[in-house]
């Protein structure tokens, strides 16, 4: 007989062929399998998330939350699917509860910073992203996500150490280095974005992050 982890696989792999109808019945199997089970519910909320059938990713949640309302793990898939499809209100109920569950959720605090960004809302999103970091230090994208927060606001000086703090992180993100290159150029460091422009030149780019490069390298070499 097989385990709930073998048939959630299997429901997985006919979902990825989009057979959805038929990885949702080897989900439900394995939820049969293993009741309550968070990952299988996780699962099965991204399923409908993947077809666009919110009513049902949100009855999957009240399953789950029915089953164990400590598990975070269905509420952040389900807070996830909302943000992803603009539907804010309910993004935020899902990781408002997650942070009223476990404080030192640092994943809830940043896609909640997330949100507020998307809602022009700076101050709370600022906050959330603090919040992230202090809870997990090591959470390069909180640290880029706050420097990009700090640009839209016409702060690039204070961008810079945040993107920093990314890279110090994830050294390998294309996406952080690029970040911080046009944050020295937004406060007018022309010859460390010099430096950073070449050195992006160096990675792995795709042809239009090499045409920027290029291009800002232009720029920065003639100020």
Known sequence: MSTAAELRDAGLALCRQKDFAGGEAKLRDALATAPGDPDTLEALIKVRGIQKDYDGAKNYLVEAVKADPTQPKPRHAYGLLMYNAGRYDDAKDAFRQLIEMNQKDGEAHFQLANVYRKE????????????????????????????????????????????????????????????????????????EAT????????????????????????VCKEK
């Open 120 to 191: 022009n809302n700076p101050f709370e999103a600022a906050k959330h992203y603090n919040l992230c970091i202090d809870a997990a230090p090591s959470h390069a994208a909180a640290f880029n996500n706050l420097g990009m927060l700090q640009m839209s606001q016409d702060n690039a000086s204070e961008s810079v150490s945040h993107f920093k703090q990314a890279i110090a992180i994830d050294n390998k993100s294309v996406n952080y280095r690029m970040n911080l290159a046009k944050a020295l150029e937004g406060c007018q460091r022309y010859r």
């Open 195 to 218: 430096t950073a422009w070449e050195e992006l030149l160096t990675l792995n780019l795709t042809s239009e992050q090499q045409d920027e490069a290029i291009t800002r390298l232009s």
